[in-house]
């Protein structure tokens, strides 16, 4: 059962625009690492973006300079802001938090908390 809440996916043409939502009620939301994955059918979940507790982000090689990864700890919400999308972004992607005080986690297996995932198709 999924412990966060992902939302805001959806189909845009390439070059478009996507916000992804995490919703985070009563995880402990502050100072935990707070990421995002990605994945295809038949392939591992990959790394698209991970922000720590002293809001420094680090990103996927694919997705740097075009996906953004904020948070807002009043509201336990952490986002992903997706500009530039190529059809190679198609992918279910998954928000998820992590340890306390980590200053990067790049691994699914470094984090505890999923949510359910949301779709994201671009069209060429």
Known sequence: QAQLVDSGGGSVQAGGSLKLSCACPGRAFNN??????????GKDRDFVACLNWNGGPTYGDSVD?????SRDSAKEMFYLQ??????????????ALGPPWADMARRPTDYTDWGQGTQVTVSS
């Open 32 to 41: 935990r690492i707070a990421g995002w994955f990605r994945q295809i059918p």
């Open 65 to 69: 300079g075009r996906f953004t990864i």
């Open 82 to 95: 997706m500009n530039s999308l190529r059809p190679e972004d198609t992918a279910v992607y998954f928000c």
